[in-house]
């Protein structure tokens, strides 16, 4: 029988998990969670473009008994503050969401194989014009995040880890859509209405 605490997370999200790790490195407010999400460039691989975002995992780690109100404190004339701590069951929680997660792969549905999976409903030039600027934005995103990597003072490489990777994506996908646009252009990949047509027919009725 798998124990509470592996129990525990297998329901944590990513933005969970980032709160569950901060507060292993201490009690905080959720002010300062958010700080430090920011300045360490964790908004880049967790979700937390609504403001209200960090402060419904924390109620959600609360009920589960992931974290505990360690205090309400007050920092010179600003509004109270509720610092939090995590508890035993949440370090173990965090932990082993990570050792699951690094080990095994996880099937996930983002939303471009999902467009790229309807492509006739467009015209072929169409699709290589919105490919085209997909392709454009990946590589200006790509420039950034080489400059990023390389800047001078970088915390070690273990800390910017996940952005490593992110790149290794960005670059994967970028010389794949290079030759997908190669494809459209000469005809190599390539629809029509007639040929859509036929196609349906050949398919024959669903059962």
Avoid: C
Avoid at 38 to 60: A, F, G, L, M, T
Avoid at 134 to 153: S, V
């Amino acid at each position: 029988m798998p124990s509470r605490s592996t129990e525990g997370s297998r329901g944590l999200s990513p933005l969970a998990v980032v709160v569950l790790a901060l507060l292993l490195e201490g009690p905080m407010h959720a002010y300062r969670m958010q700080q430090l999400i920011k300045e360490r460039h964790k908004d880049e691989v967790v979700n937390v473009v609504q403001r209200n975002s960090i402060y419904q995992v924390i109620d959600r780690l609360r009920r589960s008994e992931l974290i505990a109100v360690r205090e309400t404190a007050r920092e010179g004339g600003r509004p109270e503050r509720t610092v939090y701590e995590i508890t035993e069951r949440g370090a173990e929680s965090a932990t082993a969401w990570l050792r699951d997660t690094l080990a095994t792969p996880a099937t996930e549905f983002p939303v471009f194989p999902v467009a790229l999976a309807f492509l006739p409903l467009l015209e072929v030039a169409d699709v290589r014009a919105r490919l085209r600027s997909r392709h454009d934005a990946l590589e200006g995103a790509l420039r950034r995040a080489d400059a990023e990597l390389a800047t001078p003072g970088n915390p070690p490489r273990l800390f910017l880890i996940e952005g490593e990777y992110q790149r290794a994506l960005m670059a994967a996908e970028l010389e794949w859509l290079r030759g997908v646009l190669e494809d459209l252009r000469t005809g190599v990949l390539g629809w029509t209405e007639e040929q859509l047509r036929d196609w349906a027919r050949e398919a024959g009725p669903a059962d």
